[in-house]
Nanobody, 118 residues
Framework: QVQLVESGGGLVQPGGSLRLSCAVS????????MGWYRQAPGQQRELVAS???????NYADSVKGRFTISRDNAKNTVYLQMNSLKPEDTSVYYC????????????WGQGTQVTVTS
């Protein structure tokens, strides 16, 4: 059983920083590609950042240079460091992990709210 639990969301002023964490239970973490998605009210869920099992990262254009995704396989945890936050970053952030052998299998966390406001 794979469970993902996010933490670290909250309220921050524009220009501030937050670090999100996603702890993954079970023994599959090293085999999971991980990502952070976000979804604002009335909008589709979008991929913010991803990291492969080998550590290759990818970012949405809107967060490049401001957000950093990383993973610690010893702690079964993936992080999203968010700097220079903007009001448009306000959203519920979801942790995702997936493995693809024949078919893709996705795992999701429950989401954590990030609100950027003055």
């Amino acid at each position: 059983q794979v469970q993902l639990v996010e933490s670290g969301g909250g309220l921050v002023q524009p220009g501030g920083s937050l670090r999100l964490s996603c702890a993954v239970s079970g023994s599959m973490f090293a085999f999971l590609a991980m990502g952070w998605y976000r979804q604002a009210p009335g909008q589709q869920r979008e991929l913010v950042a991803s990291i492969t099992t080998g550590g290759t990262t990818n970012y949405a254009d809107s967060v490049k240079g401001r957000f950093t995704i990383s993973r610690d396989n010893a702690k079964n945890t993936v992080y999203l460091q968010m700097n220079s936050l903007k009001p448009e970053d306000t959203s519920v952030y979801y942790c995702n992990g997936f493995v693809q052998v024949i078919a893709r299998k996705d795992y999701w966390g429950q989401g954590t709210q990030v609100t950027v406001t003055s």
